[in-house]
């Protein structure tokens, strides 16, 4: 089984082009711009934390498929992070909670433009922040994973 990379890159440019559009009224409350919203191999180095959203890759995964096709998922985190953190109250609460809602209504379940994929499921995920990072952001990740049928090689 081969896993098209072609295919996990256009998903993940999907989610960014559809966040990027998304309006002010959306993006503002976050506190984030568009030009925040970016693909990256992960949402840190060892030494930098990105604030904003990250759009990055995570591992595939094989589904049932038919006698001539397999299913693909193919996993792509989105992970919010702003400054903040433990040392912040709970009135960031309803950041966490807008952007997780606006995620997956936009994504579970939805039409793709990309050909092959024909359903997408939503899942929470867990970022881990490496330890001088993780009390001073507030993160949320969800786990989309677009599934595609492709013919069997």
Not at 89 to 116: A, G, H, K, M, Y
Not at 125 to 139: D, G, K, S, T
């Amino acid at each position: 089984m081969v896993f098209d990379p072609t295919i996990h890159i256009q998903a993940m440019e999907h989610i960014r082009d559809t966040l990027q559009g998304l309006s002010a009224e959306f993006l503002h409350p976050l506190r984030i711009t568009k030009d925040e919203v970016r693909i990256r191999k992960k949402p840190w180095t060892k030494d930098r934390i990105y604030p904003g959203v990250t759009i990055h890759p995570e591992k595939e995964e094989l589904g049932l498929g038919t006698c001539s096709t397999d299913d693909i998922g193919y996993g792509c985190v989105v992970s919010y992070i702003r400054r903040g953190g433990m040392h912040v109250e709970d009135d960031n609460l309803d950041r966490v909670i807008r952007f997780r809602s606006e995620v997956r209504s936009r994504f579970f379940r939805q039409p793709w433009p990309i050909d092959c994929i024909y359903t997408c499921g939503v899942e929470p995920a867990v970022l881990l922040l490496p330890r001088e990072f993780e009390n001073h952001y507030e993160i949320s990740s969800l786990l989309l994973r677009p599934w595609s049928e492709e013919e069997r090689q």
